[in-house]
């Protein structure tokens, strides 16, 4: 049996329509999970809404709407995004499913069976926009006198009688699991926030709310809903079946990832493995933050009017684009920007000019000249040894990026360019044109090695850009079960009848106003 992988994004907050972050964060964590099942691993990917709390309520309210109507609008446009950026998951989970409160509730049953929950009075401040508690020493003061939260969003002052979780209590077992499990935390700089924050001293943390009643009722006291985050953590559960602690639960969980944004790596990184050793449940093995995406260098603003839709990118675009375009070019675990004609450049570059060029040069002259089907092998010389060689090391190096404690996909992508270029350089030096004029035979062998390297790029490729790498291999005659990492030892085979030769990637253009 394979060995299973569990993935998960962070489950977005629906109080409006998705934006480039999302698209980003469900990108990143789908090619992920497309990668480990390349590679054999039986995968699963949840994503998700998280429809409760006090901001869900107050932008319905503004709307005129009933709360539950947002969430089933704004819920239904992040499925549309999963479904156009062709994001693979398993499971799409809403915080408002009735199994989700059920499993909510499991959890919370599970604290307070071990002591960790009691009734007080929470007197603090509180952001809405962040669904967060803060301490006094971590308010600022903003323009006019503002109090704002270390994230820059406004605080209000809250009083109210509360459920607290004993997480002062877990201190002590947190500081030890970031000690025994560096890798728990990735990248680095977001472990080292994490360690700051906690070797500061953890207060108890107030987990239920009595001001509005959106959200999973505590078990046993009658007008508390759930701190959002309790439920919304949850949800990492709900997508593998629990309270039910057998089938999917024991065979995915814990989860190997939780990708995240940096700006919710202390609920994450925190409280939720310490909500996790009160219920006496297994930690994830890692909770990854990745970085924020700017437009221009410029952080997304609706005031500034530099919010970009991601479903108009793609339209505009192509999917395969976007997506190549956000994995390749952003560090990944650090900030990235974009803009109209950075990814025009970066997939012009890449994919039309490396790719997709040397596609059809080669494929056009098997076509031409060798009746449409692949040529014979012939004798591999030092530049085909050099040229195959080459390509299993990469395939190493690309999967020891995507495998090892700190995710480096950008670099993977980068070796992978690397090699079409390499390949394309192969080519142009070995020129099949003119030897099909002086030696037919070694013509026929350099277009066989080429047609070999640009299968083996194409399902190296494939985690990141599926629809083009799949319509490549349609072109190579590849059967759809010979398309994963085992199929990379197993050669394109000598007088395969091949389609047509057709464009893949199209040069894109900017449009005069998008310029530099």
């Known amino acids: 049996m394979s060995e299973p992988f569990y993935i998960t994004t962070a489950i977005s907050y629906p109080n409006g329509r998705p934006h480039i ?12 999970a497309r990668f480990h099942r390349l590679n054999g691993r039986d995968v699963r990917l949840i994503t998700g809404t998280d429809e409760h709390g006090l901001k869900m309520v107050q932008t319905a309210r503004s709307a005129g709407v009933e709360t539950i109507k947002l969430a089933d609008e704004m ?32 959890l919370w049953r599970a604290m307070e069976a071990n002591g960790d929950l009691y ?66 935390i990735a990248p680095e700089s977001r472990r080292n926030e994490v360690l700051r924050f906690v070797e500061s001293g953890l ?31 949850t949800t990492y559960m709900t997508g593998v079946g629990y309270p039910d602690e057998k089938g999917m639960f024991a065979k995915y969980w814990p989860a190997d990832i939780h ?19 009160s219920a006496g449940l297994p930690l994830p093995k890692q909770v990854f933050g990745h970085g924020f995406l700017l437009n221009r260098g410029e952080k997304m603003s609706k005031s500034v009017g530099n919010v970009v839709d991601p479903m108009e990118l793609a339209e505009r675009f192509g999917v395969d684009q976007l997506r190549y375009f956000l994995l390749a070019d952003v560090v990944f675990g650090k900030d990235g920007t974009y803009s109209a004609d950075a ?43 050099q040229l195959l060689k080459q390509l299993d090391d990469c395939f190493a190096e690309v999967t020891a990026a995507m495998t090892g404690g700190s995710l480096k996909i950008d670099h993977a992508l980068d070796v992978i360019r690397e090699r079409l270029s390499a390949t394309n350089s192969y080519f142009a030096d070995q020129a099949p044109w003119a030897l099909r004029k002086t030696d037919p035979a070694r013509a026929d062998s350099v277009l066989y090695h080429t047609a070999e390297a640009i299968r083996k790029l194409a399902i190296m490729l494939r985690w990141a850009i599926p629809e083009s790498c799949d319509r490549m291999l349609d072109l190579l005659a590849q059967s759809p079960d010979a398309r ?25 253009e900017l449009l005069t106003e998008e310029g530099a």
């Open 343 to 385: 990814i025009v450049t970066k997939t012009n570059a890449d994919l039309a000019n490396n790719f997709g060029n040397l596609a059809q040069r080669s494929l056009s002259m098997i076509a031409k000249n060798c009746d449409g089907k692949v040529p014979p092998r012939g004798v591999a010389t030092e530049a085909e040894q």
């Open 484 to 508: 994963d990492f085992e199929h990379l030892a197993v050669p394109i085979a000598a007088g395969l009848e091949l389609p047509q030769p057709q464009g893949i990637f199209p040069r894109l």
């Open 75 to 106: 819920s239904s446009y992040f499925i549309e995004m999963c479904h156009k950026l062709n994001i693979r998951h398993d499971g799409f989970r809403r915080t408002s499913e009735a199994a989700h409160h059920e499993a909510s509730k499991a």
């Open 203 to 233: 207060r108890d943390l107030s987990v239920s709310r009595t001001s509005f009643d959106w959200g999973v009722p505590v078990p046993g006291s009658p007008g508390h809903v759930m701190y959002v985050w309790v439920d919304a953590l």
């Open 119 to 184: 009734l007080d009075r929470y007197e603090g401040w509180y952001s809405v926009r962040d669904e967060a508690f803060y301490a006094e020493d971590e308010i600022e003061t903003g323009e006019g006198g503002e109090k704002l939260s270390p994230q820059g969003t406004p605080v209000e002052w809250t009083a109210e009688e509360t459920w607290f979780f004993k997480l002062s209590k877990y201190q002590d077992k947190l500081l030890k699991l970031y000690e025994d499990h560096p890798e728990f």
């Open 21 to 32: 972050g999302h698209a980003y964060e469900a990108i990143a964590a789908d090619a992920i």
């Open 259 to 277: 990708l995240i944004g940096k700006d919710i790596v202390r609920f994450h990184a925190v409280y939720w493995p310490a909500f996790l050793m």
